[in-house]
């Protein structure tokens, strides 16, 4: 029948609250199953192998909720990568996430894949943990054991890694609002649908200087990384285009992209050099 | 409800129009289930990584890739496949894929056809830049897209 890739022989548990789950986890050997876009082709490869596939999807209705809480918005874990794109709040208040997840792979697997799947999964290039980054966003991870809230530069550990412990699940992710902020994620790829090759998101508040600035990247390290002390060189500033192109080759020099089938690691840092000036350029509003 | 490593869960879907019932494994892929346990092989497996898109179906109203769902993921649901659209003759979508010859050797074009009724329904009148970010999950080998996307156009005029 199939001399494809198949996974291994697994259990399946079907809960039908999130205190199941976490009791069932607590067992041990099993994996959490949100979208599956990342999970299935694990499997497939057989890269892991559990003993069980744990169906968060039977929670749906408690766990994929977009809520206005005023000066934030929390997100439920199993949103899709879909709905938060079409979502009204998130694209009025948390504008940069809607844009962020329009970018996510292709429409088949946003209509399935979710957020927490893919902060859960902390790929290295994956989009959102540099937007999680620029936010400054929180999670809130479930045990039995309780709750317990991480600012996102504490969640991402390494490729693949995060602060979460195999018997807790992410709950969700909660986005400061801030007003008045210019916005943009820049992802550049090798074809459509790509995992970024280097991925750039930006929040700033710029009146006739700049007064905040926060940019995020992904795909050029281990982990996504935001460089708090050299963003600080440009806030407080009128900038220019001669600013722009100093901070961007210090960033660069910061940089420890991997060389991969997307490309080398010298490659990304010019790569990361000129997409930084490109846009910030743009959303700082300085003319060359 | 908990199945133990080897045993089967039973999955009820509803495809086309006509429920099924069948007791799988846990790993059973949603595109063999179709195939192989319904019989409707109208939809197909190119990469089996979802990349390809020639194993798109309609799941809940939305298009997934059915190489990288679970047949158990779809319990419950309803679900259309390629053999599901037109009725007793070919849909829009799939006459004006027929004569913009948007196909050559056709291994695409259920993923193709099914790809494109995700997006004219939550986009009647998409633009050219829209059509391109709706379909590029789709691969097409043979035809180098510009009749996919002549047709997809046509498509669109004809269900308004
Ligand atoms: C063709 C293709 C292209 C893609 N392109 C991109 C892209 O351009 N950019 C990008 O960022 N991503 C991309 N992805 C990945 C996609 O975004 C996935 O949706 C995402 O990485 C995983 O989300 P999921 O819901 O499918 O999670 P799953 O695959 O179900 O799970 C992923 C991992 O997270 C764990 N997990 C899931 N939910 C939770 C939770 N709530 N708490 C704790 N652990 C959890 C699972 O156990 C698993 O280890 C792509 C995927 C495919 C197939
Ligand atoms: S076979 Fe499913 S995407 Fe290629
Ligand atoms: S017609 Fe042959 S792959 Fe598209």
């Keep these: 029948m199939r001399c494809n890739m198949y996974p291994t022989i697994f259990g399946l548990y079907e809960p039908s609250s999130i205190y199941d789950t976490l009791d069932f986890l607590d067992n041990g050997n099993a994996k959490i199953i949100a979208g599956g876009q990342s999970l299935i082709p694990m499997l497939k490869l057989r890269v ?29 874990s199993l949103a899709t990568h879909a709905k938060i794109s079409t979502d009204q709040i998130v694209k009025s208040k948390i504008p940069l996430l809607s844009v962020t997840a329009s970018k996510v792979g292709d429409m088949q697997v946003r209509n399935l894949g979710t957020l927490g799947g893919s902060v859960s999964n902390a790929d290295p290039s994956a989009d959102y943990p540099a937007v999680l980054l620029a936010y400054d966003a929180t999670l809130t991870l479930i045990s039995s054991g309780g709750e317990r809230k991480v600012k996102a530069s504490e ?26 902020y210019a916005y943009k994620y820049e992802k550049i790829v090798r074809r459509a649908g790509d995992f970024a090759m280097v991925g750039i998101a930006v929040l700033a508040k710029v009146s006739d200087k700049v007064e905040d600035l926060r940019i995020a990247y992904t ?44 490309g080398s690691s010298s490659y990304r840092k010019k790569v990361a050099k000129i997409a930084t000036i490109k846009t910030l350029s743009e959303v700082l509003g300085v003319v060359s | 409800m908990l199945v133990r490593p080897g045993e089967k869960v039973k999955v009820k879907v509803k495809v086309n129009g006509i429920w099924y019932e069948k ?19 109208g939809t197909k497996i190119g990469c089996d990584t ?23 993921q779809a319990n419950g649901a309803e679900i259309t496949t390629i053999e599901g659209i037109g009725d007793s003759k070919l849909h829009p979508i799939q006459e004006a894929f027929k004569d913009n010859f948007a196909l050559q050797c056709g291994y695409c074009t259920p993923g193709m056809i099914m790809q494109t009724y995700f997006l004219l329904k939550t986009n009647p009148n998409p633009t050219e830049e829209e059509i391109k970010d709706g379909l590029h999950g789709n691969i097409c080998r043979c035809t180098g897209y510009q009749n996919i996307i002549k047709a997809v156009k046509d498509a669109a005029g004809r269900m308004r």
């Design chain 2, 50 to 72: 979802s990349t390809c898109g020639a194993c798109t179906i309609i799941m809940n109203g939305k298009s997934v890739k059915s190489c990288t769902l679970f047949a158990f």
């Design chain 1, 48 to 76: 892991i192998q559990p003993k069980f596939l744990v169906d968060l999807n039977k929670l749906r209705g408690d766990l994929d909720y977009i809520e206005d809480r005023g000066k934030s918005i929390g997100l439920g």
């Design chain 1, 155 to 180: 969640f991402f550990k390494g490729p693949f890694s995060t602060e979460l412990k195999d018997n807790e699940i992410l709950r969700e992710v909660e986005f400061p609002v801030l007003e008045g």
């Design chain 1, 219 to 262: 795909g050029v390290g281990e982990k996504a990384y935001r460089p708090y002390e050299l963003e600080k060189e440009l806030v407080g500033k009128k900038v220019t285009r001669d600013d722009l192109e100093k901070f961007a080759e210090k960033v660069s020099a910061t940089l420890t992209p991997p060389s991969d089938s997307r």
């Design chain 2, 23 to 41: 007791e799988v494994e846990p790993r059973k892929l949603l595109v063999h289930f179709i195939r192989e346990d319904i019989g409707l092989t």
